[in-house]
């Protein structure tokens, strides 16, 4: 049986501590999620002391939820979209408008299932 030497020594841990932190949507895939409501799912990536880290998020369009998808909006210079959808009227939207776009995101400290992680619980205009 083949022997490897193995070597975790410069393993660290990916989770960002909470904070305010510059990032940039990568990309943007429409989708539905379990309950059988549309989403989009959004990859950023966030500047996390002098490296870039992914993080995906998936985030309601429409429904209760979709407030994160109105913030996400004003955060990338798309409010006057927001505001028209906020007050009813249709206006379909590019996803890919989204990517290539920057802004701020607030991150927390989360767990699950016992090991800690983070999420982004704001978007906000870069500043």
Same mark, same amino acid.
């Given at each position: 049986?083949?022997? $490897? ?10 989770? $960002? ?23 989009? #799912? ?16 998936? $985030? ?22 927001? #505001?028209?959808?906020? @007050? ?29 992680? #983070?999420?982004?619980? @704001?978007?906000? @205009?870069?500043?």
């Amino acid at each position: 049986m083949p022997e $490897i030497l193995p070597d975790l020594s410069e393993v660290t841990s990916n989770v $960002i501590d909470p904070g305010t932190y510059e990032a940039m949507v990568k990309s943007v895939t429409p989708g539905t999620s379990k309950t059988g409501n549309p989403k989009i #799912d959004v990859e950023f990536e966030v500047n996390f002391n002098g490296a870039v880290v992914p993080r995906t998020q998936s $985030i309601p369009i429409s429904g209760k939820g979709a407030f994160k998808f109105a913030q996400l909006l004003r955060a990338t210079n798309f409010g006057p979209v927001a #505001d028209k959808l906020a @007050k009813g009227e249709r206006a379909p939207f590019i996803t890919e408008d989204l990517e290539g776009q920057r802004l701020t995101v607030v991150i927390e400290a989360d767990e699950y299932q016992g090991e800690a992680r #983070d999420k982004i619980v @704001k978007f906000i @205009k870069a500043g």
